[in-house]
Each structure stands twice: as structure tokens, then as C-alpha cells.
């Protein structure tokens, strides 16, 4: 099983994707990483990214998927219905986590997150380019990563916390 924990920036995606992982004992791996240097300079200068400028970041998430065995939860923002058809690998069993929020919310986040590429000035064009999952489990992040974490978990029925 593979879990793609998708949303704005600032959502709580890679906090989540990484407790889930060690829940569930698999990899974790940030879709921002695969980032080309050039998308990086871009979004930090708070210039949000085009299509084409997200077609080599897809496909290296795709080619991990395709390439990976074994369950594998993936923080990647999939704003797009488009982005993520493409990285629905058949026979992957694939499944998206939509971490929604309150734009003010999101927003102080952002604007308390040191040391990453993608400040608060990006996350007006994120909320445009945003086209809501319809197969997707949504939850809200008023609710605490662990209680998020724990959701995900009983939806899919993976389990108590061990001991």
C-alpha cells in the first residue's frame, strides 16, 4: 500500500507522511527532494511553478513508485486532478490523503517555517492551482499530526498503536 499525503504547502504533509511511515515501518520519502535546483530557486523567489515546470518532478515521483515494492507513504502537494492520474500507478494500490485547512491557518504556518523554499508568498497560487480530490480521504488539519495519523490509520484498518 502506498499513501500519497497531498496538499497546499504548509499543510502538514511531510509531519504527517513521516509519522505514518514509522507507524507503519516503511519508507518516507518528501517529493520536494526531487525538486530540479532551478524549481527550487524559482519557488523560493515565490514564483510558483507551471506545468512544465512540474513535468520532471512527476516523473521522478512516478518512476519511484513504479520502481518501489512495498508499502511507501510519499509527501507530495498533487494540487492538480492531472498530477495525480499520473502518479496512480495501476497495481500499486495507491491511495491519497488530502490534508485540507483554513487558508489563515495555513498561512501562520507558513509564515512560522523557517529553512524551507516555500514561503507564505507561494500559497495564494497554491490554493488557485488546488482542484480538490474527489477519491480521497480528506482530513482536516485543525486536528493534530498523531490524531490525523491515527484517522488514516482506522480508515484504512491498519491497527492500534502497538503495546
Given amino acids: 500500500m502506498i499513501f500519497i499525503i497531498m496538499g497546499v504547502s504548509g499543510s502538514g504533509k511531510t509531519t504527517v507522511g513521516k509519522m505514518l511511515a514509522e507507524r507503519r515501518s516503511c519508507v518516507f520519502y518528501d517529493s520536494d527532494r526531487f525538486h530540479s535546483k532551478e524549481n527550487i530557486e524559482k519557488m523560493s523567489r ?37 498530477y495525480r492520474d499520473f502518479l496512480d500507478v495501476p497495481d500499486k494500490n495507491i491511495n ?59 480508515e484504512y484498518g491498519l491497527g492500534q498503536r502497538p503495546g
Fill in 46 to 82: 515565490g514564483a510558483p511553478l507551471s506545468d512544465s515546470d512540474r513535468e520532471p518532478w512527476l516523473w521522478a515521483i512516478r518512476n519511484l513508485i513504479e520502481e518501489h515494492s512495498g508499502p511507501m507513504v510519499i509527501a507530495c502537494s498533487a494540487l492538480k486532478k492531472s
Fill in 96 to 154: 491519497f490523503i488530502y490534508l485540507t485547512g483554513d487558508l489563515n491557518l495555513i498561512k501562520k504556518r507558513l509564515v512560522n517555517r523557517k529553512g524551507h523554499f516555500a514561503g507564505a508568498d507561494l500559497l495564494h497560487s497554491q490554493f488557485l492551482t488546488l482542484q480538490e480530490p474527489d477519491h480521497a480521504l480528506t482530513l482536516d488539519i485543525v486536528d493534530t499530526p498523531e490524531v490525523i495519523v491515527e484517522k488514516i490509520l482506522s
